[in-house]
Structure formats: structure tokens, C-alpha cells
């Protein structure tokens, strides 16, 4: 259906849009990192890809799809990069020099990339847009815009922010490396390591508010979840050899596997105990299984993904929450709590401690956290101090846990499910 501001497509170029969508959202990242390379400025790069999208839903309407698409994308996008250098008086000796180079060019070169040098683009614009010198929310939506090819209208509804707060995160973060004068480069290797977890932390928060939605009327948000797998696919067959990469791809699958069981036909949540495991999707446990088994091969041992990985499996092969291995959750708990302490982690082994060996153990931990404020304004610490008052027979205790939960959560649909168990009781 066209959209009411704008007139309707005609047959060509609807299909032009279309062709144009499916060759941005696989190919941008090869696309976008060659210009990088290129120009030495991930700004220019992502703005003359653009105008070569723009062009392109032109000319393949009156012309036809080529039959390079990304060449020729690429190409017109290098076009765009040389009147950009020229315009500039051609006063950098480095853009008269590129700007010489690719007048050589026909285009046809970049119709025959060399595959271990499109890998190394695609790596360097991760680090790139995951750069120290961003702030976290900078680096996520730098990140899906450049490696992930999302518009910052589908970026700001993910994140239930205004559009224009999105393309200000964006031009900031641009602005931000120019300014830093970060290279478009992949890292030397003593450093790689180093700057890899910072990658691999925007991954997982893209993933994780996918799968829990902090805000808003949802409750899943998997395009945004799909995305970070498909991004932590890219990151694994680029880096095999780091374990904590396919850590993170077995904990994304393993969750996602829940995913079709999860929420009910109007969206409304589904606990865990109240799941049909027979909805759980098979392929992406096997995916998430066979991905702990390449981070254990490479021997470097699990690291923080790799443990929740570990503990999501558990879940996806038990039968029921009654026979599930609560015991070894426990233990992967106490060690992921040695290598990445966290209050949420110790709040996690606690509902597990609670199905291992009951409510009373675990309330001591949760009250331990409450008693040094390491969770201040978190619906999720009265949340669990709810459920386990509840279980131990203090229901007005659980109650008022229970509606404080209620209050400090943002999303609606958890905001319900609080609201119920609270009125239960």
C-alpha cells in the first residue's frame, strides 16, 4: 500500500525499490567499508553510499536492474566520492591522489572485490563504528546504521526514540572519529583483542533489547533481536579463532529459540514456566549448541558469553523448568560471577539458587543487594524479592514488592504481568 505522503510507485519503480532494499541490506557493509577504505572517512563513505541509493532508485527504474547491483552501486558511490574531492579545491594531496585513481577506473574493478580484503572492510568498520571514543548509545546506532544497513527511522523505532535523536546520535558519532581521527583500519593485533569486547558489548545490547524490551508496548522486538544474530554471524566467520564471538552467537540463538514461545496471540508474555517447549525453535538450539562447541574447540576456555551460554542451554534442553539441571545453572552462575561480577548476575543466581535448593538461601542474596542499593531503580531486584517472599508464604510483603516492580518498569506488557501476580496474592 502506498503511503499517504507521497504518490503511489509505478510498476518499475516499485520494483526498483525493492531490488534496491535487498542489495542495501545485504551489501552495505562491504559497501560502505570500501568506501571507507577508500576515502579515509566513514562521514563521506555513508553519504555517498546514499546518494548512490538514491540514484539507483532512478536509474533501475528507467534502465533495469544491472547485473552487478553492489558493483554498481559502488562504483556510482565513487563517482559521488571524486566530485566531493573535487569540490573541495583538491587541496588534500590524499584526495587528489584517490581522486586520480579512480578517474583511471572505469568501475569494473569493484566488481571483483578480493573476498579476504572485503572480510578486513567489514571488520574495520565494526571496530570503527564500536570505537572507544563513542558513548555506548552512539557506537549501537552507528552500528546499525553502517553494519547493519538499518534507515534511522527503523533504528528510532526499535529503540521507541524520536527520529531526529537517532540521526543527531549518528551525525554526532561521525563527527566524534573525524575529530579523533580514528583510521579506517582494523586494529593491530595485540589491540584487536582488547577492542574486540567492545564490539562484541554493542552486539549483545542490541540482542538483549531485542529479546526484552526495556520500554514500550512490546514485549520482543525481534527484527532488532535478528539483527545482532545476524551481525554476530558476520563477527564469528570473520573471527574464528575468538571464543567469547561464539559465546555470543550461542547465547543469541539459544535465546531466540524461546522466542516462538514466548508471547501469546495479542503479545501478551509468557513466563518461562508456562511455555510450550514444542513451540521452541530445534534449528536455532542445534545452531546454539554447535556454536558452544567451536568457543569450547578453540581451547581459550568460556568466557562471560560463553558461560550464559552455557546456561541458556541448559534451559533449551531441559523438558520442563521442574527438570531442568538447576544445580549446574547455579555453578555456571558462581563462575560467571568470578570473571564478570555483576549485581545482575548475582541476582540471576539467585533465582537460580531458589529452584536449586528453595526461596530462603536465595532471599539472603537478594536481600544482600537490596541492603548495599546495587540495583537502585531496577524493577527487576523487587521483582524476584517479590517471587520469592511469595513462595515463602509473606504475601503482603510479596505484594508490595510485587507493585513497586510494577511502578519502576517501563515496559507495559511486563508492567502487566507484574500488576497480576501482585492482585493474585
Known sequence: MARAD???????????RRAVEAVWRIESPRIVGALSRYTGDLGLAEDVAQEAVAEALVSWARDGEPANPAGWLLATARRRAID??????????????IGRELDESDGQDDLLWDPDRVDDDILALMFVACHPVLAPEARVALTLRTVGGLTSEEIARAFLVPVPTIQARITRAKKTIAAARVPFELPPAEERRGRLGGVLSVLYVIFTEGSTATSGDSWLREDLAYEAIRLARMLAALLPGEPEVWGL??????????????TG???????LENQDRRRWDRSAIRRGQAAIDQATAVGKGLGP????ASIAACHAVAPSVAETDWDRIVLLYEALGRVAPS??????????????????????IVD??????????????????GELLSRLGRAGEARAELELAARLCTNTRERSV??????AL
Open 343 to 364: 549485581p545482575i548476575v548475582a541476582l540471576n543466581r539467585a533465582v537460580a539458587v531458589a529452584m536449586a535448593t528453595g526461596p530462603r538461601e536465595a532471599l539472603a
Open 6 to 16: 507521497r504518490p503511489a510507485l509505478t510498476p518499475p519503480e516499485e520494483a526498483a
Open 418 to 423: 507484574l500488576l497480576a501476580k501482585a492482585r
Open 305 to 308: 558469553y560463553g558461560l550464559q
Open 84 to 97: 566531493s574531492f573535487r569540490r573541495r579545491a583538491a587541496r588534500d594531496e590524499r584526495y587528489e591522489a
Open 368 to 385: 544482600d543487594l537490596v541492603a548495599r542499593d546495587r540495583l537502585p531503580g531496577s524493577y527487576l531486584l523487587p521483582s524476584v524479592r
Open 249 to 262: 552467537l550461542a547465547l543469541c540463538e539459544l535465546t531466540a529459540a524461546r522466542f516462538p514461545a514466548r
Open 265 to 271: 496471540p495479542d503479545g501478551e508474555p509468557i513466563l
